[in-house]
């Protein structure tokens, strides 16, 4: 249980059954190999607490973020002083790491007591308080020790413009990684559907550095920002209420659920919005964000069992954003290049050949305990399956979330290190050093339980459906080669809508909304058909979208709404989403005073004609212009017109008579 690279017993349904392809592995003692620099490693405190009672979980939450903190602190002071050696160890450790272990205990003390105090007090937390100092050059590297870069752009060895990653050792060329291993056969029981839920690209640039699942109540909790598609409401501070209440950017307006993850830059010198602010720049996540050029978001079957409805609110993350230093027990990160699918890297990044992208593929826990919607750890109330395709005992088969996520970026020039065509990485933790096999993802479960209950029917009997509600008499989801995360089954690709399963991002500037708030009140949906869509647009090169500070949800205006003017289908379910009131701890409830939120419905059209809608929603009726006349109506406004324009005809044709009649007369 001891240092940093331990596993935990209590995480055994993690992803660790899976190959690690070439170029990757551990080096024996559970960490991941390339380290390239210097870092901290801290045993993991919330890994360990699989038993919290829900009366202690707020305090031992925001003791857990601020043990995050401490760490994020003491990494940012080490690599102040430069990079490490073997001559002035002993100086960090009177300078950065004896510090660290006596703030360390003092906040693990306070999380023993909190439990103690309506439970029973956990053991062995007292020896978990001291870090260790973890040279770098253990890997593929070959010992090079990169010094921390300016924020400039990056530097020959590849050290990225925010001076802690990543290096040119932590990529990797896939055509050179082996295939991955098939999936399980599937049984006569199986659950052979799909499900696609489209929700855009986050064309709008709603991001935060807050994790309302590890740390709620705490901004800035994630250390590093987040994309976010689905639910509009996402931060540090929004209640379940408040996430059923919000606006989604899913086509279906049944699916409000909150779908993110880490956000991909380029090192390339650009300084973004949170160049300064925690979360950004200021804890080592530089460089340009790029928006994803699609996103697909598919839920697929069992191939033993039949599914059974997800819990609403139901929490899961997977992957782990400290698996550089935890080691890879419940990593569960998956790296490749469109038209190499079959091909996976753990923790590597793809260096994809011309005229391929970037793929990120999260396959998350498709089994669920039947009882909880979260637990203390975040993990043990689901589980992955077996090689197999069974669950543990005493969980049920659940629909499997399959997060597909693209990227049009060229593989970087390690030769310079990336100063040709930049370096890209996932924002980190500053002390993960933006390794590859600490990405992760997210959802929350914000699903109406109608829409549910057609999701499960829909898989259990081997259709095809998509966002229009559509649905083909299929037996047999399509697939694609991604195998990662639990194996059980392959993964769909949608088949409705534009069947790209996301539109490219505009390129267009895009402003920020003032203020920088997530709207806390939603938008009531319309039950006006969307616009015919136009083709994708797959050659769009990536774009720069500001961000705004931690715990302040961004959403960038300007772009066009993309899921109601380029899809070509009506959403199923037109049900109008209920106006969210701001209560404590909500979005709208944590913002600064002045802020700017997204017009409600009784705003007048021109504040809501200046003020762009989340991608996926349409304003209220009473705030979208009006059309002119008073019906409105084309075959209407057309029926009124007729009349006058034949009259004008009849007024010319007797003006040209009466001029020919007095030319006879002369």
């Known amino acids: 249980m001891l240092g940093g690279g331990g596993l935990v017993a209590a995480n055994v349904y993690a992803s660790a059954t899976e190959g690690w392809g070439d170029g990757s592995g551990t080096n024996g003692t ?147 990684v082996q295939p991955t291993v098939p999936n399980p056969p599937e049984q006569d029981g199986a659950s052979r559907g799909s499900f696609t839920s489209d929700c855009g690209v986050n064309a709008n640039g709603l991001r935060n550095s807050d994790n309302v699942i590890v740390a709620p109540g705490v901004s800035n909790g994630a250390h590093h920002f987040h994309d976010y598609v689905g639910n509009q409401g996402n931060s540090a501070f929004a209640s379940d209420d408040d996430l059923a209440k919000a606006g989604t950017s899913c086509v279906d307006q049944g699916d409000r659920s909150t779908y993110y993850w880490p956000v991909l830059r380029l090192q390339n010198g650009t300084q973004e919005r949170d160049a300064g602010s925690p979360g950004g720049g200021t804890e080592g996540n530089a460089g340009q964000i790029v928006t994803p050029k699609q996103v697909t978001l598919t839920f697929v079957g069992n191939p033993r069992d039949k599914v059974t409805a997800m819990p609403r609110f139901l929490r899961i993350i997977t992957g782990d954003a400290k698996a550089f230093v935890n080691g890879p027990g419940n990593a569960n990160a998956s790296w490749s290049c469109t038209g190499h699918e079959d091909r996976q890297l753990k923790d590597k990044y793809p260096l994809c050949p011309p005229g391929s992208d970037v793929v990120r593929t999260f396959k998350f826990q498709s089994c669920w305990d039947g009882r909880n919607i979260d637990s203390a750890n975040h993990r043990t109330h689901v589980a992955f399956t077996a090689p197999d395709g069974s669950c543990p005992a005493g969980f049920r088969a659940i629909p499997q979330l399959v997060q597909r996520i693209v990227y049009d970026v060229k593989a970087p020039s390690l030769q310079d290190g990336g100063r040709t065509v930049p370096l890209f990485a996932v924002d980190s933790f500053p002390e993960q050093l933006h390794k590859p096999v600490t990405d992760h993802g997210d959802f ?111 959403r960038q205006d300007g772009a066009t709404p993309q899921d109601t003017t380029k899809r070509s289908h009506t959403p199923k379910r037109d049900k109008p989403t209920e106006a969210a009131t701001p209560t404590h701890g909500s979005a709208a409830a944590s913002a600064p005073a002045g802020a700017t939120t997204t017009p409600s419905a009784s705003a007048s059209p021109s504040v809501a004609a200046s003020q762009t809608t989340a991608a996926g929603y349409l304003p209220p009726a009473t705030a979208r212009p009006q059309p002119q006349g008073g019906q409105g109506a084309l075959a209407e406004t057309g029926a009124h017109l007729w009349p006058a324009a034949l009259g004008t005809l009849l007024a010319l044709s007797g003006l040209i008579m009466l001029l020919r009649a007095r030319r006879l007369r002369y």
């Open 444 to 554: 929350i479960n914000v699903f109406d339980e109608d829409l549910m209950r057609q999701m499960v029917d829909c898989i259990n009997s081997g259709r095809t459906c998509g966002p229009d509600g559509g649905s083909s008499g299929a037996t047999t989801a399509p697939t694609t080669a991604p195998t990662s995360g639990d194996g059980s089954g392959a993964t769909a690709t949608p088949t409705s809508g534009d069947g790209s399963g996301a539109t490219a991002a505009p390129s267009d500037t895009v402003t920020e909304q003032p203020g920088g708030t997530a709207p806390a009140t939603s938008v009531p949906a319309t039950s006006a058909p969307a616009p015919s869509a136009p083709a994708p647009q797959t050659s769009e090169r990536p774009r720069t979208d500001a961000t705004t500070t931690p715990g302040r949800t961004t």
């Open 30 to 176: 559970g960490h991941v190999l390339s380290a390239g620099m210097t870092t901290i490693d801290c045993p993991d405190i919330g890994s360990r607490l699989t038993a919290v009672p829900a009366a202690a979980r707020p305090d031992v939450d925001r003791e857990l973020a601020l043990l995050d903190r401490q760490t994020a602190d003491a990494y940012r002071q080490l690599q102040q002083s430069g990079q490490v050696t073997g001559q002035d160890a002993g100086a960090v450790d009177d300078t950065v790491m004896n510090p660290l272990k006596e703030k360390r205990a003092e906040v693990i003390g306070r999380i023993a007591d909190a439990i103690d105090r309506v439970g029973e007090r956990p053991q062995g937390l007292d020896d978990l308080a001291a870090c260790t100092l973890r040279p770098g050059g253990d890997g593929a590297s070959g010992g090079a020790q990169p010094t921390a870069a300016p924020s400039g752009g990056a530097q020959q060895n590849g050290a990225g413009q925010g001076g802690n990653g990543p290096v040119v050792s932590d990529y990797a060329d896939i055509t050179s």
